[in-house]
């Protein structure tokens, strides 16, 4: 944050403010990082704020890797942990936390993989970050822009760190064989297991929730399985913000899959 940081966040964005003159329309800004090692946290903590001074109108969304107890690799984590998440707060429009130990988990238990890489760690996230932007690359039924999911899941600003999930999960270079209902394809997305934080949404209560769906799918059923869903797990969710389940509609799968569903939670 303040050496090496401090010498390159200039450069940096230089080359952000050459990509920006490029866009037509921006909308916003998406940084992935970590928040146990030193760049992630501290570079990027930097560079968030950097970048919130310079476009203060335009959304800023970061996919941070949460520290977890059992898969650590540095010493220094919670301290790093600690000092970043005061910058999201402050500077960060929406927070997707996601942690390794969740990560591991799906590969180990939901695609059997006996020892995952970066790759299948990666390609986990990749499918996450891709479900959350499809509304601006595809046209869709019912389109929710950045901006707009942030109107609809964040209740009070500082809340703004959620939970994702992806359903179906496949590893990356299986193909798809059975084909997945609506019904079953959001029993998945709200199951604990698929969730990329290893913390149980049950222990808490939902504020706001957004399902992205993807594929040939029709609008009725979705909203039908949404409505059933609140209805069957109203315990779960507070009671104070009436239809807090927002979804949204793309007709384009992603590659290899027939449908998907891109899960974000808020969650107490």
């Given at each position: 944050y303040y050496t090496e940081g401090a010498e390159l966040v200039d450069n940096i964005l230089e080359i952000v403010r050459k990509e920006t003159e490029n866009c037509d329309s921006l909308q916003g800004f998406q940084v992935a990082h970590s928040l146990g090692g030193g760049t992630g946290s501290g570079l990027g903590s930097l560079l968030i704020s950097k970048i919130r001074e310079e476009f203060p109108d335009r959304m800023m969304c970061t996919f941070s890797v949460v520290p977890s107890p059992k898969v650590s690799d540095t010493v220094v984590e919670p301290y790093n942990a600690t000092l970043t998440v005061h910058h999201l707060v402050e500077n960060a429009?929406?927070?997707?936390?996601?942690?390794?130990?969740?990560?591991?988990?799906?590969?180990?238990?939901t695609l059997k993989l006996n020892n995952p890489s970066y790759g299948d760690l990666n390609h986990l996230v990749s499918q996450v970050m891709s479900g959350v932007t499809t509304s601006l690359r595809f046209p869709g039924q019912l389109n929710a822009d950045l901006r707009k999911l942030a109107v609809n899941l964040i209740p009070f600003p500082r809340l703004h760190f959620f939970m994702v999930g992806f359903a179906p999960l496949t590893a990356k270079d299986s193909?798809?064989?059975?084909?997945?209902?609506?019904?079953?394809?959001?029993?998945?997305?709200?199951?604990?297991?698929?969730?990329?934080?290893?913390?149980?949404?049950?222990?808490?209560?939902?504020l706001t929730v957004a399902a992205f769906f993807r594929g040939r799918l029709s609008m009725k059923e979705?909203?039908?399985?949404?409505?059933?869903?609140?209805?069957?797990?109203?315990?779960?969710?507070?009671?104070?913000?009436?239809?807090?389940?927002?979804?949204?509609?793309?007709?384009?799968?992603?590659?290899?899959?027939?449908?998907?569903?891109?899960?974000?939670?808020?969650?107490?």
């Open positions: 429009d929406e927070t997707f936390c996601i942690d390794n130990e969740a990560l591991y988990d799906i590969c180990f238990r193909k798809q064989y059975q084909s997945l209902t609506v019904p079953e394809l959001t029993a998945q997305m709200f199951d604990a297991k698929n969730m990329m934080a290893a913390s149980d949404p049950r222990h808490g209560r939902y979705v909203e039908q399985q949404m409505v059933d869903i609140h209805k069957k797990n109203s315990n779960y969710f507070v009671e104070w913000i009436p239809h807090n389940i927002k979804t949204s509609v793309c007709n384009i799968p992603p590659s290899g899959l027939k449908m998907s569903a891109t899960f974000i939670g808020n969650n107490t």
